[in-house]
């Protein structure tokens, strides 16, 4: 199983992007799934959050400008972000809690894609 990030880039303060992130392989069940973000010489943060039954939770600082949703057809989970600041700038990474098929049965856990470089100019 493994998550693919897409999205990043370089966006001027105000404006907007749209990460995505799709989970493959052997996935039996997706559980919560998660946008964490990493600014240089600053700990990773968790920035907004989806239940499989799409209920969502985000930081203070992101509230009325970001946006989680999650396909679960798709096993998908997308990050808009809008209004942007230049306090915005991290590497953001998705995560989820993945019940995953193996040859012994089922395990679950948490998995992480890699990062995607999200730069807001000022």
């Known amino acids: 199983v493994q998550l693919q990030a897409s999205g990043g880039g370089l966006v001027q303060a105000g404006g907007s992007l749209r990460l995505s992130c799709v989970a493959s392989?052997?996935?039996?069940?997706?559980?919560?799934m998660n946008w964490y973000r990493q600014a240089l010489g600053k700990q990773r943060e968790l920035v907004a959050s989806?239940?499989?039954?799409?209920?969502?939770e985000y930081i203070e600082a992101v509230k009325g400008r970001f946006s989680i949703t999650r396909d679960n057809a798709e096993n998908t989970v997308r990050l808009q972000m809008n209004n942007m600041k230049p306090e915005d700038t991290a590497v953001y990474y998705c995560n989820a809690e993945i019940q995953r098929a193996t040859t012994w049965g089922t395990i679950r856990g948490p998995m992480w894609g890699q990062g995607t470089l999200v730069t807001v100019s000022s």
């Open positions: 392989g052997d996935i039996v069940r997706i559980f919560d």
């Open positions: 989806i239940t499989s039954s799409g209920a969502t």
